[in-house]
């Protein structure tokens, strides 16, 4: 054969690879309101820049139902695979298995972060045996802790395709996206429930569940979302989160606005997302998991053009208690932060842990206990504000116990803090009304007992909020003196 002949062969096989699932196949998924996989690449990615792999495995199976390579977010390289659902439901065949495995592996070997869209079907029925062949599991599980790993959920996904989503930093899901260990036909023959692939795993389980962090309500808007999440992070645990400096975020400023925000009585509700808009650099910060454990708002953020994890009580939920789903929320936002060295600012204002026989039940104390050991054990720059209380074990997961590590304590003047707030102690005690009185006074004045002990480093006011946090940013960051690594954890997760 001539080189002629040679290379028209090879683009002949690119081209059918290239198609997916044909023409028909890939109107029928666009009419739904859907980009195809290749779409989605070329979306997330800088124009361009996407390097394919794998185009060829499958043979008459294009690419074998998942495009996989490389590219470019805002300059950034990472790894990148689609299931493609218009090529037999996206499912996993051996050969699609390697080249999931090769995604995540070169992943952790390029030190790049990984992000799967998925829409797929599990495992494809072959009749081959996978004998020792590693599953892409193990290399996905590698990734962790290692390179920021995103998942978007684009449309029904199972099984094992699906494993990738909890095993991810961050995940997102878009309306028409649904998550489930097996689909409605098995559902129905294993179990006989008659199940929509919506009301099993779709946006409205699947948030409430913990399992998807972000809804997005179109694909485009799904993978913007993922492009924006990445900009807060290094390219892996081996670097520095980058720094967005300008003249705006490195010049001092007050914050005034905070003095009719928060409001001197503890009992007064104010939405702690006001807070982060006047303390940030710009109101355009990245919230996670809005939709799970509302009672803390997990963000991203910039503060002086450094990107910060910002771990805030929410005043408006259940006046600020922390309950089951919040502390597990905050654990595993506190874990990701700390896993690629992003600052942590903690916003305390709570009454402590969530009392009460249902929040017993839905196991409280573990979960309390499991953010507690994810900030204790950050290694990762760690700032708190006391903003109005903070107590009992609602306190310690908040980074406000001394001796914690933290590079700066900072607190409210008035701030309340202890075992339980001066009401709950003078009924649990039956102290008299004159002792009940006096334990308000002492209440009162709790923040300058603390500060004259060092409880804090500094009592400041409202209007210093930003400018001390920043300050205290800037040394934690001078102390980055040596090549960024990975985390080594040695705490056992309750």
């Not at 996978?130 to 199972?158: F, H, I, N, W």
């Not at 009301?199 to 485009?220: F, K, Q, R, W, Y």
């Not at 720094?243 to 010049?251: G, K, N, P, R, Y």
């Not at 003196?481 to 080594?488: C, D, F, G, S």
């Amino acid at each position: 054969m001539s080189w002629k002949e040679t290379l028209e062969d090879l683009d002949g096989r690119r081209e059918r690879s290239a198609a997916m699932g044909g023409p028909e196949r890939v109107a029928r998924h666009r009419a739904k309101g859907k980009l195809d996989a290749r779409a989605r690449i070329a979306h997330l990615l800088d124009p361009g820049s996407f390097q394919e792999f794998g185009a060829l495995v499958g043979g008459e199976i294009a690419a074998d139902a998942i495009v996989t390579g490389s590219g470019l977010i805002g300059g950034t390289p990472v790894m990148v695979g689609a299931e493609d659902f218009t090529t037999v439901a996206g499912t996993i065949a051996p050969g699609s298995n390697a080249k999931r495995y090769r995604l995540a592996e070169l992943a952790v070997r390029n030190k790049v972060p990984l992000v799967m869209l998925l829409e797929g079907a599990g495992f494809r029925p072959t009749g081959a045996h996978y004998g020792r062949t590693p599953t892409d599991l193990l290399a996905q599980a590698r990734c962790s802790g290692k390179v920021p790993m995103v998942t978007g959920v684009l449309g029904p996904s199972a099984g094992h395709g699906a494993l990738i989503a909890p095993v991810s930093d961050f995940a997102i899901m878009s309306r028409q996206g649904a998550i489930f260990t097996a689909g409605p036909p098995v559902v129905r023959e294993s179990t006989g429930e008659e199940i929509s692939k919506e009301e099993l795993g779709g946006p409205d389980v699947a948030v409430p569940s913990g399992l998807i962090h972000n809804v997005a309500e179109t694909d485009e808007d799904a993978l913007d979302e993922i492009r924006r999440y990445l900009a807060y992070f290094p390219s892996s645990a081996w670097s520095y989160p980058p720094a967005q400096l300008s003249d705006d975020s490195t010049e001092p400023r007050a914050t005034p606005e905070l003095l009719d925000i928060i409001s001197r009585d503890n009992r007064s509700t104010y939405d702690i997302r006001t807070v982060l808009d006047v303390v940030f650099d710009t109101p355009d910060w990245f919230e996670v998991q809005p939709g799970y454990g509302p009672a803390i708002v997990c963000a991203l953020a910039h503060l002086g053009g450094h990107p910060v994890a910002v771990v805030a009580n929410q005043p408006e939920i259940l006046a600020g208690s922390i309950d089951t789903a919040a502390a597990n929320k905050a654990a595993h936002f506190i874990t990701v932060a700390d896993s690629f060295h992003l600052p942590l600012v903690f916003l305390a204002d709570n009454p402590g842990m969530l009392p009460g026989s249902e929040s017993e039940r839905a196991g409280v104390l573990r979960a309390g206990a499991r953010m507690f050991a994810a900030q204790t054990t950050a290694s990762t720059i760690k700032l708190h504000v006391t903003l109005r209380k903070a107590y009992g074990f609602g306190s310690m997961v908040m980074s406000l116990i001394g001796f914690d590590n933290q590079t700066a304590a900072y607190a409210y003047p008035g701030a309340t803090m202890g075992a339980m707030s001066a009401a709950a102690l003078g009924l649990a005690s039956g102290a008299a009304e004159e002792v009940a009185a006096q334990l308000r006074e002492m209440e009162l004045l709790a923040s300058y007992y603390s500060a004259e002990h060092m409880g804090f480093d500094e009592l400041i006011r409202p209007e210093e909020t930003r400018d001390a946090l920043l300050t205290a940013l800037r040394r934690g960051i001078f102390a980055r003196q040596q090549v960024a690594e990975p985390v080594l954890r040695t705490a056992i997760v309750p």
